[in-house]
């Protein structure tokens, strides 16, 4: 099991600037990539940033060039840096990491997804 809990939402005005945390504890060994996303109200969830165990990052069109995701793997923390935030940006943030698990002789493995409960920014105008 792992357990994702994420922090730093609040409120910002539109250009301002947040950072959201998402420490992982439990079974942190299996974690292989991170991501972040975001639910806006009526909305489906989309995805916003994803880090693999490795580095490598892909950011949504919607976030480019705003938007930083990174991962301190010794701490078994995930951030977002957000930069010149709009108010399109409003949503509730979620953590999500995606677990890989091998069997005893490595002849298969399972792959589980787990989620935090969620921080909401909102971006004034």
């Known amino acids: 099991q792992v357990q994702l809990v994420e922090s730093g939402g609040g409120l910002v005005q539109a250009g301002g600037s947040l950072r959201l945390s998402c420490s992982a504890s439990g079974n942190t060994d299996c974690i292989s990539t991170m991501a972040w996303y975001r639910q806006a109200p009526g909305k489906e969830r989309e995805l916003v940033a994803g880090i693999t165990e490795g580095g490598t990052t892909n950011n949504a069109d919607s976030v480019k060039g705003r938007f930083t995701i990174s991962r301190d793997n010794a701490k078994n923390t995930l951030y977002l840096q957000m930069n010149s935030l709009k108010p399109e940006d409003t949503a509730v943030y979620y953590c999500?990491?995606?677990?890989?698990?091998?069997?005893?002789?490595?002849?298969?493995?399972?792959?589980?997804?787990?989620w935090g409960q969620g921080t909401q920014v909102t971006v004034s105008s």
């Open positions: 999500n990491a995606v677990c890989v698990t091998w069997g005893a002789n490595r002849d298969y493995f399972t792959v589980r997804e787990y």
